[in-house]
């Protein structure tokens, strides 16, 4: 399953707006706007999936399940659950979470706010 959420972000990623990620899956604009605004697991035709799923690894996105390793090669990106203690330390390098300096600023709910607003665009 992809998550609401994760279409955003590959979409980001690829740096490519909502109609053509549509274009490239063979699905209609309409489409990708709904699951993008739905909450939690996208759902829709299985056919339409596989097609927005495929066409975005075409592109060298990598979906991760829930817990599952990654397989690609090369740098990434992935959002590991959060403690308490993580998000108190928004600048700072926290060694016992493992998150490097700037990635603590993302985590600031302004900030990410601003990458989700810019994920929409």
């Not at 053509?20 to 829709?44: C, D, F, H, W, Y």
């Not at 075409?58 to 740098?75: F, K, N, T």
Request: glycine share 10%; aromatic share 2%; charged share 20%.
């Amino acid at each position: 399953m992809i998550s609401s959420s994760q279409l955003r972000a590959a979409r980001a990623l690829l740096g490519i707006d909502q109609k053509t990620l549509a274009t490239k899956a063979g699905v209609s604009l309409p489409t990708i706007q709904r699951m993008e605004a739905s909450s939690g697991n996208v759902r829709g035709n299985v056919d339409t999936l596989t097609k927005i799923v495929a066409a975005l690894e075409v592109e060298g996105i990598e979906l991760i399940a829930d817990g599952a390793p990654s397989h690609g090669q090369g740098r990434g990106v992935r959002l590991e659950t959060l403690s308490t203690r993580t998000l108190g330390a928004t600048t700072n390098h926290c060694p016992d979470s493992g998150f490097e300096p700037g990635l603590q600023l993302l985590l600031h709910p302004h900030i990410s706010k601003q990458i989700e607003m810019a994920a929409f665009r």
